[in-house]
């Protein structure tokens, strides 16, 4: 059968002259449809398109070659069948032969129809779709044929033209063929080919006369590496060297409570167990940890089943799976410590390198179509396998994943590329409560382990976050405790009014050790409820583990409301609120009387107000010493102001050393941080103004615009805008907020000179010549003095907020006053004479937070206050 459609191209060509295989050769053919594309420098410069089909190859000869841009449609002439063999052809057709010229297998690979209909019904028709799977093209491409040549007994005329899909460009998609000059069966140019030089290609169709029909096909990047090496030796030819880097810092992925919402986001199942990048070249494996160590040789079967594998570098995690086919990491532990890796899996979701080519910048999405060709290429393996991805609404794939005891999901931006390091392209979002924690000591009971005592770093302090005192099995007993007499010590690790007192059933650690936990959440003082132990990780350094800090909701989401009172008549008396993990007890404790709209403000609902904006507020809080005001029984109670931290200080907030005072400061990094003020009645929170983390530096300037009796609010407006163009006119940017109260604040940050930082003398002085000027310019609006008998129809500058130690309220912090205020930033466009402060409240604020470009330019806003000292003494020199 096979002969007889092979007549015509026997009849075209004299074999002893050419090269090119008679057909004579018996070729089976392969359970996967195989083609190649041969770049053709004959009469003129064209590529043949061969598809294997019913024993032979169907050609075309595409006259500009294949192009990636579905726009572009490129002449495909119809030419006689070739033999099988012919896939495996390279090298030069004499002059005067019948095609005569230069031939270089420019990919290969696999494909299969598209469509209901059978690829000669589709040929028939005239409309043949297919999809490509090889080297250098992938996706959808279709063959659409042109006219009735074929009936006048011409040949016959196709159209080749790119699908629509993943692997499709928009712009220059005949770029592939300029950037792919080389044989993807032996690495030559087209003038090596031409003058006889380098290597013979490898064999796709057939090797030693036999098919390889389901064998791994090697040739994805020219010969396999170890026949690669061994022709180098024997000196056979060049082979042009790949170039990998040897390790690649990993990406990482935000915490969130839930999966980003939106389109534009693709979910993976997030696995339990090690994240390891495989790096294969030349044959050889090597597996390293997210630090870059080489674990190799604690994974053996996976980097024997990975030699395989083409020149590349991916991503993925090693799993142990229990009964059901789930990722198990205590299994992973037991594995480990037993030496029993022979039933690991790793799974593959990202590719890196794919031969020397860097991935990086594609989409996750093109990265991992090229991932999963590369795999499937390589053929079947039980050992390295492809993860899959939804892109479904990921709360559906969480719950889906939740029912099925997985740990969660991964939610990765379509369009972003791969970056080294926590990004918010990719966010986690987990079934239940996970954390990495240090291990600071263990308690026996009767002569028996009862529980670990555990933290995490907060800076240089090592915090105590609780117990864990379950989940230890026989085994895994065995394994750890001899670890931890290893470590024992006579002084404790813990640092902070929080640590474990020394008992005798304690023995301290060195905190060396990191354990995997789950827990149901924080209790209010900042410690992990229900623990249980779920194995110890010895892929990262006790110093890296730090309190998990949830990220920023994405723009598409609008911040959580304040609890619905309905909500609040379901719960039954005395249950706790759990508010970032944090229990609230006495939810339903009237804070505020009235919120402004007929119903009290609970205790929860502050706690859900800062849930809902601590993403936004925290980066005005975090670094800086923060004072309290606290009503624990409502604002209509005893309030009272808190500097330091007290007895019994939550683990969720950090303590902070201020020169000059002995006890510690209160210090808000975290929003779950939050919802630990709001369990002790934390109505307001007063920041210093300094640079974060440095006290002594003055980070900006708060000018307090303070009205006396019988001036307007417009009035105060006004005076806002003169203290912004005054600012301005020094070289200064300036925000807005409402205090909360009857005022506003302008806001200005400050450049840091890193070398010499300004004192606060230097900026309170700053500040007093500022607010004296404008005093002096109008008196009649304007007073510097507190003095209550002088405000009547005046507005105070009041710059003694910048002076070390001075605080200000917060922006979009509450305020105890009636109708439950808040300090809300404002554009400067807001800032008119109609503004009414009283809008802002704690039950608005989220909403409205999520509708504003307030304060967006903050950061990009810091300039140099010395400069504008400068200009603010050349100016009162001229006046």
Same mark, same amino acid.
């Given at each position: 059968?096979?002969?007889?459609?092979?007549?015509?191209?026997?009849?075209? $060509?004299?074999?002893?002259?050419?090269?090119?295989?008679?057909?004579?050769?018996? *070729?089976?053919?392969?359970?996967?449809?195989?083609?190649?594309?041969?770049?053709?420098?004959?009469?003129?410069?064209?590529?043949?398109?061969?598809?294997?089909?019913?024993?032979?190859?169907?050609?075309?000869?595409?006259?500009?070659? @294949?192009?990636?841009?579905?726009? %572009?449609?490129?002449?495909?002439?119809?030419?006689?069948?070739?033999?099988?063999?012919?896939?495996?052809?390279?090298?030069?057709?004499?002059?005067?032969?019948?095609?005569?010229?230069?031939?270089?297998?420019?990919?290969?690979?696999?494909?299969?129809?598209?469509?209901?209909?059978?690829?000669?019904?589709?040929?028939?028709?005239?409309?043949?779709?297919?999809?490509?799977?090889?080297?250098?093209?992938?996706?959808?491409?279709?063959?659409?044929?042109?006219?009735?040549?074929?009936?006048?007994?011409?040949?016959?005329?196709?159209?080749?033209?790119?699908?629509?899909?993943?692997?499709?460009?928009?712009?220059?998609?005949?770029? *592939?063929?300029?950037?792919?000059?080389?044989?993807?069966?032996?690495?030559?140019?087209?003038?090596?080919? &031409?003058?006889?030089?380098?290597?013979?290609?490898?064999?796709?169709?057939?090797?030693?006369?036999?098919?390889?029909?389901?064998?791994?096909?090697?040739?994805?990047?020219?010969?396999?590496?170890?026949?690669?090496?061994?022709?180098?030796?024997?000196?056979?030819?060049?082979?042009?060297?790949?170039?990998?880097?040897?390790?690649?810092? @990993?990406?990482?992925?935000?915490?969130?409570?839930?999966?980003?919402?939106?389109?534009?986001?693709?979910?993976?199942?997030?696995?339990?167990?090690?994240?390891?990048?495989?790096?294969?070249?030349?044959?050889?494996?090597?597996? =390293?940890?997210? =630090?870059?160590?080489?674990?190799? %040789?604690?994974?053996?079967?996976?980097?024997?089943?990975?030699?395989?594998?083409?020149?590349?570098?991916?991503?993925?995690?090693?799993?142990?799976? !229990?009964?059901?086919?789930?990722?198990?990491?205590?299994?992973?532990?037991?594995?480990?410590?037993?030496?029993?890796?022979? !039933?690991?899996?790793?799974? &593959?979701?990202?590719?890196?390198?794919?031969?020397?080519?860097?991935?990086?910048?594609?989409?996750?999405?093109?990265?991992?179509?090229?991932?999963?060709?590369?795999?499937?290429?390589?053929?079947?393996?039980?050992?390295?396998?492809?993860?899959?991805?939804?892109?479904? !609404?990921?709360?559906?794939?969480?719950?889906?994943?939740?029912?099925?005891?997985?740990?969660?999901?991964?939610?990765?931006?379509?369009?972003?590329?791969?970056?080294?390091?926590?990004?918010?392209?990719?966010?986690?979002?987990?079934?239940?409560?996970?954390?990495? /924690? /240090?291990?600071?000591?263990?308690?026996?009971?009767?002569?028996?382990?009862?529980?670990?005592?555990?933290?995490?770093?907060?800076?240089?302090?090592?915090?105590?976050?609780?117990?864990?005192?379950?989940?230890?099995?026989?085994?895994?007993?065995?394994?750890?405790?001899?670890?931890?007499?290893?470590?024992?010590?006579?002084?404790?690790?813990?640092?902070?009014?929080?640590?474990?007192?020394?008992?005798?059933?304690?023995?301290?650690?060195?905190?060396?050790? /990191?354990?995997?936990?789950?827990?149901?959440?924080?209790? &209010?003082?900042?410690?992990?409820?229900?623990?249980?132990?779920?194995?110890?990780? %010895?892929?990262?350094?006790?110093?890296?583990?730090?309190?998990?800090?949830?990220?920023?909701?994405?723009?598409?989401?609008?911040?959580?409301?304040?609890? &619905?009172?309905?909500?609040?008549?379901?719960?039954?008396?005395?249950? =706790?609120?759990?508010?970032?993990?944090?229990?609230?007890?006495?939810?339903?404790?009237?804070?505020?009387?009235?919120?402004?709209?007929?119903?009290?403000?609970?205790?929860? #609902?502050?706690?859900?107000?800062?849930?809902?904006?601590?993403?936004?507020?925290?980066?005005?809080?975090?670094?800086?010493?923060?004072?309290?005001?606290?009503?624990?029984?409502? *604002?209509?109670?005893?309030?009272?102001?808190?500097?330091?931290?007290?007895?019994?200080?939550?683990?969720?907030?950090?303590?902070?050393?201020?020169?000059? %005072?002995?006890?510690?400061?209160?210090?808000?990094?975290?929003? #779950?941080?939050?919802?630990?003020?709001?369990?002790?009645?934390?109505?307001?929170?007063?920041?210093?103004?300094?640079?974060?983390?440095?006290?002594?530096?003055?980070?900006?300037?708060?000018?307090?615009?303070? @009205?006396?009796?019988?001036?307007?609010?417009?009035?105060?407006?006004?005076?806002?805008?003169?203290?912004?163009?005054?600012? #301005?006119?020094?070289?200064?940017?300036?925000?807005?907020?409402?205090?909360?109260? =009857?005022?506003?604040?302008?806001?200005?940050?400050?450049?840091?000179?890193?070398?010499?930082?300004?004192?606060?003398?230097?900026?309170?002085?700053?500040?007093?010549?500022?607010?004296?000027?404008?005093?002096?310019?109008?008196?009649?609006?304007?007073?510097?003095?507190?003095?209550?008998?002088?405000?009547?129809? $005046? *507005?105070?500058?009041?710059?003694?907020?910048?002076?070390?130690?001075?605080?200000?309220?917060?922006?979009?912090?509450?305020?105890?006053?009636?109708?439950?205020?808040?300090?809300?930033?404002?554009?400067?466009?807001?800032?008119?004479? !109609?503004?009414? @402060?009283?809008?802002?409240?704690?039950?608005?604020?989220? /909403?409205?937070?999520?509708?504003?470009?307030?304060?967006?330019?903050?950061?990009?806003?810091?300039?140099?206050?010395?400069?504008?000292?400068?200009?603010?003494?050349?100016?009162?020199?001229?006046?």
């Amino acid at each position: 059968m096979a002969n007889d459609k092979l007549s015509t191209y026997r009849s075209k $060509r004299d074999f002893q002259r050419t090269a090119e295989p008679s057909g004579e050769k018996r *070729i089976a053919g392969s359970n996967r449809p195989r083609f190649v594309i041969q770049k053709h420098d004959a009469t003129r410069l064209h590529y043949d398109l061969r598809l294997e089909l019913d024993g032979v190859f169907k050609s075309w000869a595409v006259t500009k070659g @294949p192009s990636l841009d579905p726009h %572009d449609k490129r002449l495909a002439v119809e030419v006689e069948d070739h033999p099988l063999d012919y896939g495996d052809f390279e090298g030069t057709i004499p002059k005067g032969q019948y095609g005569g010229g230069t031939v270089m297998l420019w990919d290969r690979g696999y494909w299969k129809p598209e469509g209901k209909k059978s690829p000669k019904q589709a040929l028939a028709k005239g409309d043949f779709k297919f999809t490509l799977d090889g080297k250098r093209l992938h996706g959808g491409f279709v063959l659409v044929r042109m006219g009735n040549d074929r009936e006048r007994g011409k040949r016959t005329n196709w159209l080749l033209i790119k699908h629509h899909d993943a692997f499709s460009v928009e712009d220059n998609g005949a770029a *592939i063929l300029e950037e792919n000059d080389t044989s993807v069966a032996s690495g030559r140019t087209m003038e090596m080919i &031409a003058a006889g030089k380098g290597r013979k290609p490898k064999p796709f169709m057939v090797a030693g006369g036999d098919v390889q029909a389901d064998a791994v096909w090697d040739s994805h990047r020219g010969l396999a590496a170890e026949e690669r090496k061994s022709d180098v030796r024997a000196g056979k030819g060049s082979v042009t060297p790949v170039d990998l880097p040897d390790f690649i810092a @990993p990406q990482l992925c935000q915490t969130l409570e839930r999966p980003p919402v939106g389109k534009g986001w693709i979910h993976e199942i997030k696995f339990d167990g090690y994240r390891i990048q495989m790096r294969v070249l030349d044959g050889e494996a090597t597996l =390293k940890t997210r =630090k870059g160590l080489d674990w190799t %040789d604690k994974y053996r079967e996976i980097g024997k089943a990975a030699s395989s594998l083409p020149d590349s570098i991916i991503d993925g995690e090693i799993c142990a799976l !229990d009964a059901n086919g789930a990722p198990d990491f205590a299994a992973l532990q037991a594995a480990l410590s037993q030496g029993r890796t022979g !039933d690991l899996v790793y799974f &593959a979701f990202d590719l890196l390198y794919d031969g020397g080519e860097d991935l990086r910048s594609l989409s996750v999405v093109d990265r991992k179509a090229r991932l999963q060709s590369l795999l499937t290429e390589a053929g079947d393996s039980s050992r390295i396998r492809f993860v899959e991805h939804f892109e479904t !609404d990921g709360d559906a794939v969480l719950r889906s994943a939740c029912k099925l005891s997985l740990e969660g999901i991964i939610s990765k931006q379509v369009d972003a590329p791969y970056q080294s390091g926590r990004t918010e392209t990719w966010a986690k979002s987990k079934c239940r409560a996970g954390h990495e /924690v /240090v291990l600071g000591a263990y308690a026996k009971a009767n002569g028996k382990f009862k529980s670990l005592l555990v933290g995490v770093y907060h800076g240089d302090h090592f915090v105590y976050v609780g117990r864990v005192g379950t989940g230890y099995g026989a085994k895994q007993l065995e394994t750890l405790l001899p670890k931890l007499k290893a470590l024992e010590t006579t002084k404790s690790p813990f640092t902070g009014i929080g640590a474990p007192k020394k008992a005798a059933e304690v023995t301290w650690l060195k905190p060396e050790l /990191v354990a995997e936990i789950e827990f149901a959440g924080w209790t &209010a003082d900042g410690l992990v409820r229900q623990a249980a132990f779920k194995g110890l990780r %010895d892929d990262k350094p006790a110093k890296e583990i730090e309190a998990e800090r949830p990220a920023k909701p994405s723009k598409a989401e609008v911040p959580r409301p304040a609890l &619905a009172p309905e909500s609040r008549s379901t719960r039954r008396k005395g249950v =706790k609120a759990d508010v970032m993990g944090v229990l609230i007890s006495n939810p339903d404790k009237p804070l505020w009387p009235d919120g402004d709209d007929g119903g009290p403000i609970t205790k929860e #609902e502050l706690a859900r107000y800062y849930e809902a904006v601590g993403s936004w507020m925290i980066d005005h809080l975090k670094g800086r010493p923060c004072s309290i005001i606290r009503a624990p029984d409502g *604002i209509g109670g005893e309030q009272f102001f808190q500097r330091h931290a007290m007895p019994g200080t939550s683990s969720l907030l950090e303590l902070v050393k201020v020169f000059g %005072d002995k006890k510690p400061y209160l210090q808000i990094d975290r929003i #779950e941080g939050l919802a630990a003020v709001a369990q002790i009645g934390a109505v307001e929170l007063h920041p210093w103004n300094c640079e974060p983390h440095q006290p002594e530096v003055p980070g900006r300037l708060v000018f307090d615009l303070d @009205p006396g009796p019988n001036v307007p609010f417009s009035t105060v407006v006004s005076a806002a805008r003169d203290m912004r163009d005054r600012l #301005e006119e020094l070289g200064l940017i300036s925000f807005c907020k409402t205090t909360g109260g =009857k005022g506003l604040h302008v806001v200005t940050p400050l450049a840091i000179n890193k070398r010499k930082p300004l004192s606060w003398p230097e900026a309170k002085g700053f500040a007093h010549a500022v607010c004296q000027q404008m005093a002096r310019d109008n008196p009649e609006l304007y007073l510097i003095k507190m003095t209550k008998s002088l405000r009547n129809g $005046r *507005i105070f500058l009041d710059y003694l907020r910048n002076d070390r130690m001075a605080t200000a309220v917060a922006p979009l912090s509450p305020r105890a006053r009636p109708g439950a205020t808040v300090s809300m930033p404002l554009t400067w466009t807001q800032v008119k004479s !109609d503004l009414d @402060p009283k809008r802002f409240t704690v039950r608005t604020v989220p /909403v409205l937070l999520a509708k504003t470009s307030a304060w967006q330019g903050y950061c990009d806003g810091q300039r140099p206050l010395e400069q504008a000292i400068k200009r603010l003494g050349k100016t009162r020199a001229a006046a």
